[in-house]
């Protein structure tokens, strides 16, 4: 390769994966180095140099970029890994340039079977799936920015008004029109999917009946949020094929999503029912249980904090342990509700003060390393749905106490990735031994459950729905 820099950089501008591999770009400001076609903002020209190797940029005082870890392309380790962000990464960037799959598997260098195995291991959903979900993001992110809802729509990539009205309400339970009137709305309804089954999230967010950040009622659920940095009340009631949600908010986008998440309206449970209906080991629980959906935590983090605080202790030692914490930690709102804490309040305390809410040391110390993680950027918890599931379980499994179990827990509950398998959990365990006539070991459970891959996540819930009443 004829070595001129100015060709080099714009090459780098472009995010040419085409010559990953050919170079490396050091950003002088920043200390780092850094493959052509990785997503972070490009620096000036004048900052920038370009290497051979990664050991010439070593040498040349530079480390690796932890966003596209071009040590690990160099080596030829998770290559596939790579691939995939690069190829999401585009996707992010330009939805509209993606109108079929085939033209998505081009621009990743794949055939249509390998993209496929690529976004099922790395997504833990098909490119269609994945296409549908980033470009309605696409577009929520334009409505909310006061666009026009046939230029957003446009924008994203959808060609035909009615399949996208039907995937826009699929997805955030609302109208395009209704979604883009929010702004300043104290109130507004989502439509329910069909047989949608409200139970699981009232026993849920039930667990425990002395919460201080949420109240259930036999209609519906109260619950304090953290809104744009304001504790806020959500009211959510449920009707015939309708939730109505009443907020004390000006940002209801903000708290359409929260209450999006809690409902689990977007999980795929049809597609999940058609494919494993008639399975013999789960088919009659899952027949038993049409229209089950896992409702999410408003965030990841309380998702988070609630593994690492269940951790090898009881669901009722766990619900007081949370219930301490938000008293101490959550802002309170004047309904007598708190928020759950931020990983940033958590941050402040210490081992003395969390071991005077009766947690145990270590304990306390596996908190407080992920809020810290969390809160000081470490771990961008918020950001990790957009890596590879691999990629973001070893950012996760890297904060000391946070294990496999925990990894997966977070995964399910927090995230949404969809062939999450908490294989160590004790309730997923015991709803198998009611299936298979026996407790199982964890590799039988890890064996038992590969069939439902890539939809593990849905299999457990529906284990754990089948214990009735006990909750995950």
Known sequence: MRWNEDTL??????RDAAFDGKFLTGVLSTGIYCLPSCPARRPKRENVRFFRTPDEARQGGLRPCHRCRPDLFYRGEEWHETLYEQTAARVRRDPAAYGEISQLAAAAGVSRTALNRLFRDHAHETPAAFLRRIRLEHVCRLLREGAKITDAAGAAGFESSSSFHQQFVARTGSTPHAYASLRGASQFTLRLPPRYRFREVLDFYGRDPQS???????????????IEGRPALVDIRFTAGAAVCNID?????????AV?????????????????????????????????????????????????????????AAVALRRELIG?????????????????????LDVDALRGLKFSGSKAEYLLAAARAVAGGDLPLAALRDHSARHAARLLGAIRGVGPWTVQYAFLRGLGFADCLPAGDAGLAQGLARLLGDRPAEPLVRETMARFTPCRSLATYHVWASLKGENA
Request: with cysteine.
């Open 260 to 316: 999006v998440r809690i409902l689990g309206i977007d999980s795929d449970a049809a597609g999940f029912e058609r494919q494993f209906g008639a399975d013999p080991l789960l088919g009659a629980v899952v027949t038993r249980q049409r229209g089950l959906r896992i409702p999410l935590t408003p965030a990841p983090w309380e998702a988070l904090a609630w593994a690492i605080i269940g951790q090898q202790i009881s669901l009722k």
């Open 328 to 348: 101490a930690a959550g802002q309170p709102h004047v309904s007598g509700l708190r928020a759950h804490p931020t990983a940033e309040a958590v941050a402040e």
């Open 9 to 14: 950089y714009r090459q780098f501008l472009q």
């Open 212 to 226: 201080v950040s949420e109240s259930v009622a036999p209609d519906g659920v109260r619950k304090c949020l953290l």
């Open 249 to 257: 908010a000006t940002a209801a986008h903000a708290a359409h999503a």
